[in-house]
């Protein structure tokens, strides 16, 4: 049985602007206040390293890439901001496994993996307790695997 690993590591982590914008663009989106997921399927090329070659990592690949977000505009102080995504990223980090899971089994019409790109939006006008969100964040992440069935 493969031990679960509660990390989050660089290579989960979405960036680059273009991808970003395609992402709010095109893709499909769900609420859980305070937190707001918009999510795309793409098929997973084979060609993209997951992880450096001499990385222990470099086996798994890598099915879901994440981005956390708090506007400066729902939130203006840094710290406050710092705070609403290290909440978001450590209820992410706790709950991951199911939504990892269901993701790595499903394949495009062609057969080949797909991945997901997801992004988190922090909603509130203020940060809140950890336990709303964590809470908040696992009623999120059972709404998009309930949408990808």
């Not at 901001?81 to 450590?90: F, Q, S, V, W």
């Amino acid at each position: 049985m493969e031990k679960l690993s509660f990390s989050f590591p660089k290579e989960e982590k979405l960036c680059g602007e273009i991808r970003v914008a395609e992402l709010f663009k095109q893709g499909s989106a769900q609420i859980a206040y305070p937190l707001r997921a918009c999510w795309r399927l793409l098929p997973a090329p084979e060609f993209e390293a997951t992880s450096a070659p001499d990385s222990q990592a470099a086996s798994s690949p890598v099915f879901i890439k994440v981005l956390m977000s708090a506007p400066k505009k729902r939130l203006h102080r840094a710290n406050k901001r710092n705070r609403a995504k290290r909440l978001m990223r450590e209820a992410y980090r706790l709950q991951k496994h199911a939504l990892w899971q269901q993701i790595s089994t499903m394949k495009s019409e062609d057969g080949a993996p797909l991945r997901m790109e997801l992004a988190f939006v922090w909603l509130a006008e203020e940060t809140l307790p950890y336990a709303k969100v964590y809470e908040r964040m696992g009623r999120l992440l059972e709404k998009i695997q309930a949408s990808l069935s």
